[in-house]
């Protein structure tokens, strides 16, 4: 069997950034490498009925090369359509393809994938050997605790190694469960409480799984901790609205010389990528909004995030804005 992973893919999953909606697109992708040049990266979830009719494959899987070891996060319950997506991932070079069993929300219900599938093994099963078996890539799978009254610990181990005899490779367990009717998402990240110690105690249960804990981790030491027990910590929130509190990842997760960067040199790092993307017909917007948690906690951020989204989000804004908004943070020491 080939091994796809890339060199820097080796057990990348001790530390990794979430998949979320809205945020980590390719630019927040490309943001995040300038702060970890090891940490797992996951796209946003893509449907596989979308990937299965795009005429914008391009527009929906280009990345750019910095963002390996990246994950492409899949939704959908049609093995034959999962499968194409594994193939369209492997074609494209990602690193591993992984099913997302844990998207509470309304579309995905209807849609009959993410959340609801918990209550399914055999399809998940199904699905996973299908994108097993049509691609080189390992196929993981992200999860919650279970779901409405199905969220026994018989039921999520039996779940576990239903889903790891057909193939996955890795569980990321979000450590809480999900109310399908009632709550929404965003509801379903707060309301249900984090139960860390059930995904510890599934990875004492099955020593043999490797297990990436999920939910709540704040700190690069949250992760530390949660490695004391568990495979991998993911962390989704927390990165994206502080990113620069994980700079010392790649020193405490991996053992790499300790590498610190501030919010000024990030976006001096990001200056060829946007040039790249505005000769395309991108927008400066499409990159900034994703800047403005750099900076925060000192004076003047408040200022330095309102003139950036102003001057930003005007169409005709070209890569000076962003060098500008460099050089204040730079003369500002920041
Ligand atoms: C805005 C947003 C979008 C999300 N989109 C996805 C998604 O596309 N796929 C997924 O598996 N989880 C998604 N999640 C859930 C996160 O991956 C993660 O499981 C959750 O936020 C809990 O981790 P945290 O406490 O570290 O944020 C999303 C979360 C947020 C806040």
């Given at each position: 069997?080939?091994?796809?992973?890339?060199?820097?893919?080796?057990?990348?999953?001790?530390?990794?950034?979430?998949?979320?909606?809205?945020?980590?697109?390719?630019?927040?992708?490309?943001?995040?490498?300038?702060?970890?040049?090891?940490?797992?990266?996951?796209t946003e979830m893509?449907?596989?009925?979308?990937?299965?009719?795009?005429?914008?494959?391009?527009?929906?899987?280009n990345y750019d090369n910095i963002e390996h070891p990246l994950s492409l996060q899949v939704g959908g319950d049609n093995p034959k359509m999962l499968a194409k997506a594994a193939r369209l991932a492997e074609a494209w070079g990602y690193d591993e393809i992984n099913l997302n069993v844990g998207c509470p929300s309304p579309r995905a219900?209807?849609?009959?994938?993410?959340?609801?599938?918990?209550?399914?093994?055999?399809?998940?099963?199904?699905?996973?050997?299908?994108?097993?078996?049509?691609?080189?890539?390992?196929?993981?799978?992200?999860?919650?605790?279970?779901?409405?009254?199905?969220?026994?610990?018989?039921?999520?181990?039996?779940?576990?190694?239903?889903?790891?005899?057909?193939?996955?490779?890795?569980?990321?367990?979000?450590?809480?469960k999900a109310w399908l009717e009632g709550l929404d998402p965003k509801q379903n990240r707060t309301i249900p409480p984090l139960q860390h110690e059930r995904v510890n105690q599934l990875k004492q249960q099955r020593p043999q799984l490797t297990i990436e804990i999920n939910g709540g981790l704040n700190t690069p030491k949250d992760c530390l901790q949660a490695l004391q027990n568990c495979d991998g910590a993911m962390v989704g929130r927390a990165v994206y609205a502080h990113p620069l509190r994980w700079q010392s990842i790649d020193e405490v997760i991996y053992g790499?010389?300790?590498?610190?960067?501030?919010?000024?040199?990030?976006?001096?790092?990001?200056?060829?990528?946007?040039?790249?993307?505005?000769?395309?017909?991108?927008?400066?917007?499409?990159?900034?909004?994703?800047?403005?948690?750099?900076?925060?906690?000192?004076?003047?951020?408040?200022?330095?995030?309102?003139?950036?989204?102003?001057?930003?989000?005007?169409?005709?804004?070209d890569l000076s804005v962003l060098q500008k908004a460099a050089q204040q943070l730079e003369d500002a020491g920041l």
């Open positions: 069997m080939i091994n796809a992973l890339t060199p820097q893919a080796d057990r990348a999953y001790r530390f990794s950034v979430a998949p979320m909606l809205d945020c980590t697109d390719r630019h927040f992708r490309v943001l995040m490498r300038q702060i970890s040049r090891r940490a797992l990266l996951y893509m449907v596989a009925q979308a990937l299965e009719h795009s005429d914008h494959l391009d527009h929906l899987l219900q209807a849609g009959n994938f993410g959340a609801c599938l918990m209550a399914k093994p055999d399809q998940v099963a199904r699905c996973v050997e299908a994108m097993a078996n049509a691609s080189n890539l390992p196929v993981t799978v992200k999860h919650r605790l279970g779901i409405d009254d199905l969220d026994s610990d018989s039921l999520l181990i039996n779940f576990v190694d239903r889903i790891s005899i057909a193939g996955a490779k890795r569980f990321a367990v979000h450590a809480r790499e010389p300790p590498r610190l960067i501030n919010a000024s040199q990030v976006i001096k790092g990001l200056l060829p990528y946007t040039e790249t993307h505005l000769s395309r017909g991108g927008r400066l917007w499409d990159l900034c909004r994703h800047l403005l948690q750099l900076v925060e906690s000192v004076p003047g951020a408040r200022s330095w995030r309102r003139d950036l989204g102003v001057k930003a989000q005007n169409s005709n804004a």
